[in-house]
């Protein structure tokens, strides 16, 4: 429980959009808020008390976790202020790991080596509102108005099968926080889209087209 309680950062979780946490062993935080326990914990109880408990779980609606809700979650989708830049991966998640709430929240972590040629992005101190037009499988659309240049940022899994376009016109999607997604994004009203393209559709698509082929030949 100590190993819990000590051992992850909440600052990380709130800006992965993590609301709440599911384990079986308490998290004794202050910052997070208990919102369900079991009746019976397994590590007071004897080896009796514990295979009756494992029964008891497996074959019943008992339940088992306790369940704790983050109420500093970052936003889904945010603008950040700055953009901080590291050449190394390990650099950048050990700045990650010791930073604030706040300034992760303000700043979007990048890697920019100096292989890559272009300028990082420079937001400006800008503010914006978000709305969400459509979340699906396979696309996101975002209303997003800035009064200044900003640095878009989605809490979703980076790939680089996912691709961007602002007012329908592609842009690059780079790795924010070495794990999520994030686009500059100019000052005035956009509309800002994903879209899901794995090279399996293109593979099936030639392969469907190959077999018409030879179908008609």
Do not use: C
């Not at 992965?16 to 997070?32: E, G």
């Not at 830049?85 to 990650?96: E, G, N, P, T, Y």
Request: proline residues 6%.
């Amino acid at each position: 429980a100590e190993i819990l309680g000590t051992n992850f950062n909440i600052s990380l979780l709130s800006l992965a959009n993590v609301k709440y946490l599911v384990t079986f062993l308490p998290v004794p935080r202050d910052d997070l808020e208990l919102v369900l326990q079991p009746e019976r914990k397994s590590w007071q109880l004897s080896t009796f008390g514990k295979l009756d408990l494992a029964l008891d779980y497996n074959f019943s609606t008992t339940n088992k976790f306790f369940i704790y809700r983050n109420p500093i979650v970052l936003p889904r989708y945010f603008l950040t202020r700055n953009v901080r830049v590291f050449r190394q991966h390990d650099d950048m998640l050990k700045a990650m790991s010791g930073a604030s709430l706040e300034t992760l929240r303000h700043n979007a972590f990048l890697v920019w080596p100096d292989s890559i040629e272009r300028e990082p992005p420079k937001p400006i101190n800008s503010s914006g509102n978000i709305t969400l037009i459509a979340n699906q499988s396979d696309s996101l659309i975002l209303d997003v108005e800035t009064d200044g240049k900003s640095f878009l940022v989605v809490t979703n899994s980076y790939s680089p099968f996912w691709k961007a376009f602002v007012d329908g016109k592609e842009t690059t999607v780079l790795p924010a926080y070495h794990a999520f997604w994030g686009i500059e994004v100019d000052r005035g009203r956009h509309r800002v889209e994903w879209r899901y393209a794995p090279p399996y559709q293109r593979a099936s698509f030639l392969s469907l087209n190959r077999f018409w082929s030879f179908e008609w030949l």
